[in-house]
Structure formats: structure tokens, C-alpha cells
């Protein structure tokens, strides 16, 4: 008796934690991901780099990379964006492309894509892969590595 009711107890708890897993399919991950990344381009675009970083996680261990330099921290991370776009021109007009966006699990997704900026006198672009973890129920950047091509 006592085996069979320890059973069920296992039992029972191992499909609780599938069903948590399902809570969360992969398509509504993609959709909710997808939904922060718009949200940064329309941020970056009114020339919201605030709202734009609404899109990081607001952590220490938030990290962005981007050619020979890393950057620790979502307050550093906005102070370098600060520093690098002064004025709406130099932000110009950010468009994101070519999402390929990959749930791991139901806290994890990466995602790799590609990133054009239209100014009035250039259009510099890259590449990027994003680490988005689920946090407090809110899908967040907590890494970031960015590459610019041809300069």
C-alpha cells in the first residue's frame, strides 16, 4: 500500500512538471520574443533608448558584446547606447531582419538575425544572436553579441 501510494505521488508529480513544460509552447515563445524585439525597434526608432533597453534584462550579469568589447551590466549597457547615439540622426532608422528565433526550454530562447541602420549618410549593419531568458514571467535579453560589417 504504502509503495503504490509513493508511486502515485511520483507519479503525479512527474506529470505536473510536464504539464508546466507544455504551459509554454515553442510558438508562444516565438510570438513573446518576437513581441520584445518589435518593441525595440519601435522604441529605437521614436528615438526611445530607454524603452529600447526595456528590452534587456535589468541585471548585473547582463552582458553585450560587440567587437572587442564587453560590456557588464544593464545600466553600462544603456550608458554605452548613450554615449554612441547623441542625437536622432546618429540613431537613424533600425530595422531588424532574418529572425531565427530558437526556444531551448521553457525559460530559454536564442535568437539570431540580421541589423540595418539608415542614416542620411551611411547604413551600417551586422549581425547579432541574443540570449532571451524568461524572468518573472517576462522574456528578457541577458546576452547580446552584435557584429558590425563592413564599417
Known sequence: MRRTHSC??????????????????????VTNVRAVIEAQ??????????????GYDRSEATTFVSGDDLTRGWQTVLDRYKKS?????????????????????????IVDGRWK???????????????FSRINNNWRITHDTTTLLNP
Open 8 to 29: 502515485l505521488i511520483v507519479l503525479a508529480i512527474c506529470a505536473c512538471l510536464a504539464a508546466c513544460d507544455r504551459t509554454t509552447s515553442n510558438k508562444e515563445i
Open 41 to 54: 525597434q519601435a522604441a529605437w526608432n521614436r528615438g526611445d533608448i530607454d524603452g529600447f533597453m526595456d
Open 85 to 109: 547615439y547623441t542625437s536622432r540622426a546618429l540613431m537613424g532608422t533600425l530595422t531588424f531582419s532574418d529572425l531565427d528565433i530558437k526556444p531551448i526550454g521553457p525559460t530559454l530562447a
Open 117 to 131: 541602420l539608415k542614416r542620411a549618410d551611411d547604413a551600417p549593419h551586422g549581425r547579432f544572436t541574443l540570449f
